[in-house]
């Protein structure tokens, strides 16, 4: 009778087993005319292919959502935002324009999405009830969020440019944002002043870059959307927080 359990335990182990083995084999399907889905061992999702989403990736099964950790467009895109440079989406161009509604609701194992610079919209609950959503990166092509693209997502970051529509739809929401910043000036360590007007009118700026003693900065002399870059706790930083400008604190 002994032997007999033990074979049968051994024989539900192995059944087991199997049944996680193919639960995490790799897949692939169409969510739209052309787009297609591929989702590896590791639970990393590839979107690639032209034009919006019109069906939820997946295989309809609930159950399919939770073995999704991660979501990037196009296969010229990086895998995870951790190969990302810091301070730039850098994101190649790619064909996906829209997220469909529901796509990746409720997929509580899902960490983190890039979208790429072809994107233009992100539909109702699209992301929504994702609990280990981290970071969300986000381009300027991006114009339309639904109010409740990212409902109800705790754990969320939104990578993007000041002044973008995921900018903006972060602060609605009180979502902290990683700001996006590629050029930067750096102001000279001995400098003291600057002047009106000095970066006022220069859409290239994104960024300046203080040293860690006081400056004494003109009225007007700095663009409204150019985002300060400072030592913790600074006469720059606390200037920032003062006029009411982005910081990112060295």
């Known amino acids: 009778m002994r032997k007999g359990k033990i074979i049968l335990i051994a024989a539900l182990l192995t059944a087991a087993a199997l049944i996680c083995t193919l639960a995490f084999a790799a897949q692939s399907g169409f969510c739209g005319d052309g787009i297609i889905w591929t989702l590896d061992d590791e639970g990393h999702m590839t979107i690639s292919g032209t034009g919006p989403m019109t069906e939820v990736p997946g295989t309809g099964d609930w159950s399919f959502n939770y073995l999704v950790t991660s979501v990037s467009f196009d296969s010229g895109l990086p895998a995870t935002a951790t190969d990302?440079?810091?301070?730039?989406?850098?994101l190649p161009p790619?064909?996906?324009?829209?997220?469909?509604?529901?796509?990746?609701?409720?997929?509580?194992?899902?960490t983190e999405v890039i979208l790429p610079e072809s994107m233009q919209s992100i539909d109702f609950w699209a992301f929504a009830n994702c609990d280990s959503l981290a970071l969300?990166?986000?381009?300027?092509?991006?114009?339309v969020i639904d109010d409740l693209?990212?409902?109800?997502?705790?754990?969320?970051?939104i990578r993007c440019r000041r002044?973008?529509?995921?900018?903006?739809?972060?602060?609605?929401?009180?979502?902290?944002?990683?700001?996006?910043?590629e050029n930067i000036v750096t102001l000279?360590?001995?400098?003291?002043?600057?002047?009106i007007q000095a970066f006022a009118n220069d859409p290239a700026i994104d960024a300046i870059r203080f040293p860690a003693h006081a400056v004494s900065v003109?009225?007007?002399?700095?663009?409204p959307d150019v985002v300060i870059i400072a030592p913790a706790g600074s006469p720059a930083a606390q200037w920032a927080a003062a006029n009411g400008y982005a910081l990112i604190e060295e």
């Open 84 to 90: 990302l440079p810091a301070t730039t989406t850098d």
């Open 94 to 110: 790619a064909g996906v324009t829209s997220v469909i509604s529901m796509a990746f609701y409720d997929c509580d194992s899902l």
């Open 136 to 143: 969300a990166v986000i381009p300027d092509s991006v114009t």
């Open 149 to 157: 693209a990212f409902d109800a997502c705790p754990n969320l970051t």
């Open 163 to 181: 002044g973008s529509a995921a900018y903006a739809y972060a602060a609605a929401h009180g979502i902290p944002v990683d700001l996006v910043v």
């Open 188 to 195: 000279p360590e001995d400098i003291t002043e600057i002047g």
């Open 218 to 223: 003109a009225e007007g002399a700095i663009g």
